[in-house]
């Protein structure tokens, strides 16, 4: 393994932002991503790792454990450590729910916690999916999980006339979209969504399985049919380290001024 990746982050441990172990993870972690090991690969052994690393084996076993907990490597008894499969990639050129991402990145979708709400929308909501502060609403959320691991936890909130697309929900894991054609017609044209980073809360880490205070990519959305009406509003919590987001930028080709 290359050291050039944990060379570059030797001045977060000299600054005390991060401990030696998390900064050896970040090298592995930044050394997988760019591509010096394939999905799957055997990673070197340990003493290896740890003299091309220049850090004792103690300090290695602890970055490869929050590896492991953050899902990019596999540990297998007396077999070695691989690499896990490559994180599911979500093109935001493209409107499509999460199950059909976590299909197309070759992972079987399924769902954990399923908890149905009906409240009244406070007055973001309302705005968001164009009714009164205190209208009925009907609440989705769940775990959404690929080959059994924990990539998103969503809230999906929609008009309470839609409260039979909510209980059709299952362990299958069926899509939003899909139930909304099958028992109402209505096809969702576009979405328009806004994206932050975010930090795990308490309750966001139990729930994906990650350490409080990881990182993770939040994403609001509100998805709207073909008259232009709003039909849902959905917040998603993302584990950053399984799924990434790709957008094509279009120009400025001959349009640049001098």
């Not at 979708?109 to 609403?137: K, M, Y």
């Not at 990539?151 to 209980?167: E, G, I, K, N």
Request: with cysteine; net charge positive; aromatic share 6%.
């Amino acid at each position: 393994m290359s050291s050039s990746h944990f060379l570059d982050s030797l001045s977060d441990v000299k600054s005390g932002r991060v401990s030696l172990p998390q900064s050896c993870a970040d090298a592995i972690a930044a050394a997988i991503t760019a591509g010096d090991y394939a999905p799957g690969a055997q990673l070197p052994a340990e003493e290896q790792m740890a003299s091309n690393l220049r850090v004792s084996r103690a300090t290695l076993r602890d970055a490869l454990r929050q590896l492991q907990d953050r899902g990019l490597i596999i540990r297998r008894h007396g077999r070695g450590t691989f690499v896990a499969k490559r994180p599911i990639r979500k093109d935001l050129n493209r409107n499509f729910g999460i199950t059909a991402m976590i299909r197309s990145g070759g992972y079987q979708p399924g769902t954990r916690g399923l908890e149905i709400r009906n409240e009244t929308a406070d007055r973001e909501l309302a705005q968001s999916l164009g009714l009164a502060a205190g209208d009925p609403v009907t609440i989705l959320e769940r775990v959404r999980l690929a080959d059994d691991r924990p990539v998103v936890w969503s809230s999906d909130a929609m008009p309470r006339r839609f409260l039979d697309v909510a209980r059709a929900m299952s362990a299958a894991d069926a899509s939003l979209y899909g139930l909304l054609f099958k028992l109402h017609q209505i096809t969702v044209y576009r979405g328009v969504a806004e994206l932050s980073p975010k930090s795990a809360s308490a309750s966001l880490a139990a729930r994906l399985q990650v350490k409080r205070g990881a990182p993770i990519l939040y994403m609001k959305q509100v998805d709207y049919d073909g008259s232009g009406t709003p039909v849902l509003c959905s917040v998603e919590y993302h584990v950053s380290d399984w799924i990434s987001f790709t957008l094509e930028r279009v120009g400025p080709g001959t349009a640049v001024e001098p």
